[in-house]
């Protein structure tokens, strides 16, 4: 067998910053070649790639707009590997805006980032995701419980939740598992807006945990689900919330 044939490879869509980027550098730092995806954070993505291989580890940028009809198709032929060991679907946009605010072109947008693309990617890449293989979907906390102002956006969670258990019955025989993981108020840029202010207090206040929760939070779940000891676990959505509005 080839060096390059064994190789594990993980990739990590909407990887440039924030949560994802947490992630390939977790798996990186497990072993995986990492497939650091993007749409417009072409910068940002290098220097992901940049820090894991300074850490010793082994990463390339992969660019495509899940926002496009045509994005999860790109994605997958802009992808070299000719295998995948681990697809992390997490991707997302947060639009902060009511039934009233949101117009049909927003809601398209959010409907094709959050919920087209994690169905779609999955469908082009799972003739190349190796049996035994691993899928982890970022849902959310607000499919579970109600937050103000983001009634589309918690709706897509649902459908990353519900796809979830779908696809773990379906690929079971496979090997392959499918999980996603729920984190509650995580500081990156999609929630700058929400913990400005006496925001980062209100968080902090529906939480059975102190502090604000962080990409590396995030990133240690995935690697449990995506390791050894995470072979045995599939279907199902893990909260990683510090114990939000239990
Ligand atoms: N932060 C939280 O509190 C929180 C809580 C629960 C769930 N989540 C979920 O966790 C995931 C990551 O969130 P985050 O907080 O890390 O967000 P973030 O910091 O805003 O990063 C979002 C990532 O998605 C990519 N992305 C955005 N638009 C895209 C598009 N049109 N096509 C392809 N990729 C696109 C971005 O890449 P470019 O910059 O290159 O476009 C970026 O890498 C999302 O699914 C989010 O819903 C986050």
């Known amino acids: 067998m080839s060096v390059s044939s064994k190789r594990r490879v993980a990739l990590i869509t909407g990887a440039s910053r924030g949560i994802g980027a947490a992630i390939a550098q977790r798996l990186a730092s497990d072993g995986f070649h990492v497939v650091v995806h993007y749409a417009h954070g072409a910068a940002e993505a290098r220097a992901v790639c940049t820090a894991i291989e300074r850490a010793g580890g082994s990463a390339a ?9 045509d994005g999860p198709q790109n994605l997958a032929d802009a992808l070299r590997e000719p295998h995948i060991d681990v697809l992390v679907n997490n991707a997302g946009i947060a639009p902060f805006e009511s039934i009233e605010d ?7 947008r959010l409907s094709n980032v959050n919920m087209r693309s994690v169905f779609f990617v999955t469908r082009y890449l799972l003739p190349r995701l190796r049996d035994g293989g691993r899928i982890v979907n970022l849902s959310s906390i607000v499919a579970r419980t109600a937050f103000d102002g983001i009634p589309a956006y918690s709706a897509t969670k649902g459908f990353v939740d519900v796809l979830t258990l779908q696809l773990a019955a379906a690929l079971g025989p496979r090997g392959i598992t499918v999980n996603a993981v729920a984190p509650g108020v995580i500081e990156t840029r999609l929630t700058s807006g929400l913990l400005e202010g006496g925001g980062a207090d209100a968080v902090q206040a529906m939480q ?30 893990i909260d990683v919330s510090g114990g939000s509005k239990l």
Request: glycine share 18%; proline share 7%.
């Open 102 to 108: 949101m117009n049909e072109g927003s809601y398209d």
């Open 61 to 69: 940028p992969l660019q495509a707009d899940l926002s496009l009809s």
């Open 208 to 237: 059975a945990l102190a502090g604000i929760g962080t990409p590396d939070r995030v990133a240690g779940v995935v690697s449990f689900l995506v390791g050894p000891d995470g072979g045995w676990t599939t279907g199902q959505v």
